[in-house]
């Protein structure tokens, strides 16, 4: 027991790797043993990350339940692993997803169905490795191992492009992921002289942060932040994403929204910003304003779809959007909102797919207008399906709603981002940088607008994309020309020498407009769910559908329960997850040379919000109880009154 | 002198199992068609490879026989045995071989031992004129091998082609060694081809115009050998048209034994003059770019396997310039390890790869050559050659967890340490590329229907080739910690 006790982290990495070793033995052409097999041990895997969640202490803001081995000393590697309040949702997220996607297998998978148990073990085990490893090497290893699992599971079982679709997911991740590769090696070789060569995390850290890299440090973070931008993925690196779902198998859908775009915001915090936080406040005004353009372009165009999943797929787009600008606002509340809302997502999304997998198993097509009037013959499903859509759109009492909020409400009063790199040459290296990055953008949105045109979607999309593109660029990086100043961010940065001015205003206004993504979101669930069940039953072919049988409505009982679990009564995850963010904020914060919060100068606003005076961590979980209760105009009053109004300063 | 004749043992060893091979075969009277499968012969020349690159394996003290002529140091054990392991892996696959196309055992086995006595000769030599007679002792029998499918054109066009780009390379080669002996005459009045007396020559002596156009000769042989580019050319045709296992042979086992005496030779020239200058040091970066850039792009459009795993090996001789670009920027035996740790790496997963495309070639179909389009389905059909496939191909690929991952990150970290950082960001997006093609294999083995009968070649001997193969890419990728200290221990106190 004490082994056991000792090694719980090995065990839930590699206990499915073993399981997909096992499944060898089972006779190749015939699947129920296998699922049967598999479903079992995604159970025991629940348990023992339930254990786990146990085990954990919320108020330890360190790696818990550690295990160290040296691996290869050579190279300073280890085997380590750990578990913090940021990766403890993330892994419970994973492993009980897991046991549904395997029961949706049963109707879903009709071919070789032990091999794709196989996958989706050894997928898990990439995936929780990548969550817990707290070496570089292990996690670079489990990151980029991941993906092939996946790449079979979209190449194997998915629809009619899969091999394209395979093939672009597989390519855009790891050209993102070798870059990193690229800054992983340099960091490590170039710390190499204070004592010994180490890939630790930990180590690394401490390294980092009485280190000064220069410029080095802006490129380091920028090769980071396009690894896991292209994972999340964010606006405009998401053109993958689209594919990859509408092509993945149901079971594959549903893990890449629910968890493998989680690593990509997990990688922002625990290894960008973490290790590299001068550079991370540097970049952060821009990823923010394309974190907020992900919000609206991703809701935008998921309106448009006719597509059910690839509806779906670019609402991920829009949420993930949302998660990116909690993190990115760097603020105790919206930063935890962003970690509970991945977690979210990652149900109802996940959930979502699962839905999705269910008609088009009956109807072998995804197409809206070929459904209407469902609610007749597939109540249950009906039902399921609008509190899944409703807990996506963020209806107060469902979960989505909890993250959402706290993600709009931190970044609203974030406290912004002073610049600190303050030299000229700095300056310059950053301008050039982002134009860089604007140019990519640029090419990719021009590129999307070519194919959309081959594709003779809506002209309104088409002229709103190639609009859009132009302004972000401008809005972004363009060069002061006349009477205008220059872009959003290279105007501040080219005079850059006196500016100490925080981000603040910016960061009110990203968070208002991201609040439109949250409008958006219920415009374009509802036109999903109107054009599947309301209406006549004019189809002849939906006539006799079947409503959800007894395995597919034990699928979606968790789901639902989840739901509103987590919507009536987050207090738990919170707990798990505040101590930890915060701990994580304080050390951006600290790395980056910004101060902590003070008090609020102004008395007036003391009166008016006796509960802001103290510190933000205390806010969130009262503001819910709060706000939960309210009517929405009440709620857009109090968003008013919390203008942010607390001073930064520098140390 | 009996010390120094049991110092070369790996190498008579291996020279007398050949020789014996031969003598059996020929023993066995004037029988025709000669005997295409031999169960004694092939356990001798395992054995004798084996006993070989065991005493290679506890390789203890640094030897210089023959007074100073052959080498026997850390750089001749840690390559040697790399050349060992091609020529054993590729004798385990080629049995099938042989027996599915009726080509005869005893001539096959005894040209591999030979050639790979010849790398031994190349990897230890410690002279100009060892290291050219090794060259074309190694090379000579593998004109013979890759023309060894007699009624085959290609096969022919192969050894005609290898040959004749051969004798060129030899002949630049040879001119170089003696531009070297001349100008060694010149700095110290006592000419010699000596790695050792060259060194002491150039140590103190200002090299001449004409000592620089004999190194870069001598480099030039050696671009073609490991075929870099712009020496590349004749590789994906003499790919094509060898035998497989051959083929195998021929692009682990040469490449490994080239850069060894690469190493030696640019140590024992380039490097004691003092750090070399940034224009040579560019000079090697840009061979390596070119050939990484040029064997990755050019191999996206080959239809032929065999074909895309010529170029796929131009880009990987790429990736090791990489590593000796490092090398020469700091010299150390960080970058050198890597090197020798991605060549034995590359050995497994192209040995392998070779010997999944023997197992699809059955006879019936042989001949004209096998297109990637013929392994649609394969992977299903046939699961353990796929999985071993996909294996070798995400290790070239460098996908952790297998060896090409590891040797990537130890040649890269040393690139990286010695500051060449845009050399790196070229050599991963080279690689990134790189996996586009290797993919390319994977979808159709596993993602296309089939479209044939999916009959493939099953023998122990290439089964158990393969098993090796693909364990050896996993296990040393996963745990390369004794290896990998194993070569840095040996590199180390060779410097």
Redesign the interface.
């Known amino acids: 027991m004490d082994i056991l006790n000792a090694h719980l982290l090995s065990l839930i990495t590699f206990l499915p790797l073993l399981g997909a070793v096992l499944l060898l033995t089972f006779p190749r052409h015939e699947g129920h043993g296998a699922r049967g097999f598999t479903l079992g041990l995604s159970l025991v895997e629940f348990l023992i990350s339930l254990l786990v969640w146990q085990r954990f202490v919320p108020s330890n803001t360190g790696m818990q339940l550690v295990e160290k081995v040296e691996w290869i000393p050579t190279l300073g590697i280890s085997y380590s692993l750990g578990i913090d309040g940021l990766t403890l949702l993330l892994v419970l997220l994973t492993t009980a997803l897991m046991p549904l996607v395997i029961l949706s297998t049963y109707s879903s998978v009709e071919k070789y169905s032990r091999e794709y148990c196989m996958a989706m073990l050894v997928l898990q085990t990439g995936m929780l490795g990548a969550f817990l490893a707290t070496d570089l090497f292990l996690f670079y290893l489990f990151w980029e191992a991941m993906l092939i699992p996946m790449y079979f599971l979209i190449g194997i079982w998915g629809g009619q492009r899969r091999i394209y679709a395979a093939i672009k997911f597989f390519l855009y991740t790891m050209a993102g992921s070798l870059l990193m590769l690229v800054a992983i090696i340099y960091t490590v070789w170039t710390l190499k002289d204070q004592g010994g060569i180490t890939f630790s995390w930990a180590e690394l850290t401490e390294r980092l942060a009485s280190t000064n890299l220069g410029t080095a440090e802006l490129w380091l973070f920028a090769a980071f932040a396009l690894a896991f931008a292209i994972k999340v993925p964010m606006f405009p690196f998401h053109t993958w994403l689209p594919d990859a779902h509408v092509e993945a198998p149901t079971g594959g859908s549903v893990i890449l929204a629910g968890v493998l775009l989680k690593l990509g915001t997990f990688g922002f915090l625990r290894y960008a910003m973490w290790l590299f936080p001068k550079a991370a406040v540097f970049f952060i005004p821009s990823l923010t304003i394309l974190a907020v353009i992900g919000i609206i372009y991703g809701a935008l165009v998921a309106m448009v779809q006719k597509d059910l999943k690839r509806l779906v797929a670019y609402s991920s787009v829009s949420h993930l959007g949302f998660v990116m600008l909690g993190l990115l606002a760097l603020e105790p509340t919206s930063t935890s909102g962003a970690v509970l809302q991945m977690v979210n997502h990652g149900i109802s999304t996940g959930a979502l797919f699962l839905l999705v997998g269910v008609i088009y198993e009956r109807r072998h097509t995804r197409e809206l207008s070929e459904f209407g009037g469902l609610a007749k013959v597939m109540p249950r499903y009906a039902v399921f399906f609008i509190i899944i859509a409703l807990s996506s759109m963020g209806l107060p009492g469902l979960n989505g709603f909890v993250g959402e909020f706290m993600i709009l409400l931190g970044a609203f009063q974030s406290p912004g981002l002073p610049l600190t790199f303050s030299t000229a040459e700095l300056a310059q290296t950053g301008v050039y940088l982002l134009q860089l990055f604007a140019l990519i953008a640029i090419i990719l949105v021009s590129r999307k607008v070519w194919s959309l045109q081959n594709a003779q979607r809506g002209q309104i999309t088409l002229i709103f994309t190639f609009v859009l593109s132009i302004v972000v660029a401008l809005i972004l990086v363009g060069p002061p020309l006349a009477s205008f100043k220059g872009g959003l961010l290279t105007q501040p940065l080219l005079s850059v020498a006196s500016d100490t001015e925080p981000f603040r205003e910016i960061f009110a206004l990203l968070s208002a407009i991201g609040a439109l993504g949250v409008i958006f979101a219920a415009v374009y669930l509802l036109i999903a769910v109107q054009a599947l069940f309301y209406g006549e039953l004019s189809n002849q072919k939906n006539q006799n559908l079947k409503d959800l049988s007894g395995r597919e409505t034990l699928i979606f009982v968790p789901f639902i329960l989840a739901v509103v679990i987590l919507g009536v009564y987050p207090k738990p995850c919170l707990d798990a997850i505040q101590p930890t963010v915060n701990a994580y904020v304080k050390h951006i914060r600290q790395g980056a040379g910004l101060t902590t919060l003070q008090k609020p100068a102004k008395a007036k606003v003391k009166k008016t919000v006796p509960a802001r005076n103290s510190t933000i961590k205390s806010l969130p979980s009262r503001n819910i109880k709060e706000l939960k209760v309210s009517p929405r105009g009440k709620l857009l009053r109090r968003l008013d009154i919390t203008k942010p109004n607390r001073v930064f300063k520098e140390k | 002198m009996l010390n120094d004749i049991l110092a070369i043992s790996p190498i008579t060893i291996i020279a007398i199992a050949a020789g014996l091979i031969l003598l059996l075969t020929v023993a066995g009277g004037e029988k025709r068609p000669a005997p295409i499968q031999s169960t004694h012969l092939n356990l001798i020349a395992i054995l004798a490879l084996g006993w070989s690159g065991y005493l290679l394996w506890g390789h203890s003290t640094d030897a210089a026989v023959f007074s100073e002529r052959v080498l026997i140091d850390g750089v001749f054990s840690a390559f040697g045995l790399i050349s060992i392991l091609g020529a054993l892996l590729a004798i385990l696959v080629a049995i099938a071989y042989l027996q599915e196309h009726k080509l005869a055992a005893g001539e096959f086995l005894g040209l591999i031992l030979l050639s790979t006595v010849g790398m031994l000769v190349v990897i230890g030599a410690g002279d100009l004129l060892n290291l050219f007679i090794g060259i074309e002792t190694m090379s000579l029998a593998i004109y013979v091998l890759a023309g060894y499918l007699r009624d085959s054109k290609l096969s022919q066009e192969a050894a005609m082609k290898y040959f004749l780009y051969g004798a060129f390379a030899s002949a630049f080669a040879l001119f170089g060694i003696a531009l070297l002996y001349g100008e060694c005459g010149r700095l110290t009045g006592a000419a010699s081809i000596k790695y050792s007396q060259l060194s002491s020559a150039f140590k103190t002596g200002e090299l001449g115009l004409l000592g620089w156009i004999g190194i870069s000769m001598i480099l030039g042989g050696f671009g073609f050998k490991v075929a870099a580019v712009p020496f590349h050319m004749w590789a994906p045709d003499v790919y094509e048209g060898a035998p497989t296992p051959a083929t195998a042979f021929m692009a682990a086992g040469v490449k490994a034994a080239s850069f060894a005496a690469l190493i030696r030779f640019i140590d024992s020239v380039i490097l004691v003059q003092g750090q070399p200058s940034e224009s040579l040091i560019q000079a090697f970066e840009l061979l390596a770019i070119m050939t990484m850039v040029v064997g990755n792009f050019v191999a996206i459009r080959q239809t032929q396997i065999k074909r895309m795993l010529a170029y796929s090996s131009v880009a990987h001789a790429g990736y090791v310039f990489v590593g000796l670009s490092a090398w020469l920027a700091q010299p150390g035996h960080e970058a050198l390890s890597g090197v020798a740790y991605y060549l034995c790496g590359y050995t497994f997963m192209t040995v392998g790869a070779f010997a999944v495309v023997i197992a699809l070639e059955h006879r019936d179909k042989t001949k004209a050559n096998l297109s990637i389009d013929d392994l649609s389905g394969h992977g299903?059909a046939h699961?353990f050659l796929g999985l071993c496939m996909?294996i070798f191909m995400?290790g070239l690929a460098g996908?952790?967890?297998s060896v090409g991952?590891f040797g990537k990150?130890?040649m890269?970290?040393a690139a990286?340490?010695a500051g060449r950082?845009p050399l790196?960001?070229i050599a991963?997006?080279a690689?990134?590329v790189g996996?586009?093609y290797y993919?390319?294999v994977?979808?159709v083995m596993?993602?296309?229907p089939l479209n044939k009968e999916a009959k493939i070649i099953r023998s122990p001997w290439l089964q158990s080739g393969l098993l090796t193969c693909a364990a050896l890419t996993l296990l040393v990728g996963t745990l390369?910690?004794s290896y990998?200290?194993m070569l840095?221990s040996l590199l180390k106190s060779w410097l």
């Open positions: 299903i699961p996909s995400f996908i952790p967890p991952f990150l130890a890269f970290g990286v340490d950082i790196v960001i991963v997006l690689s990134a996996a586009y993919l390319r994977i979808v596993f993602m296309q390369p910690e990998f200290s840095r």
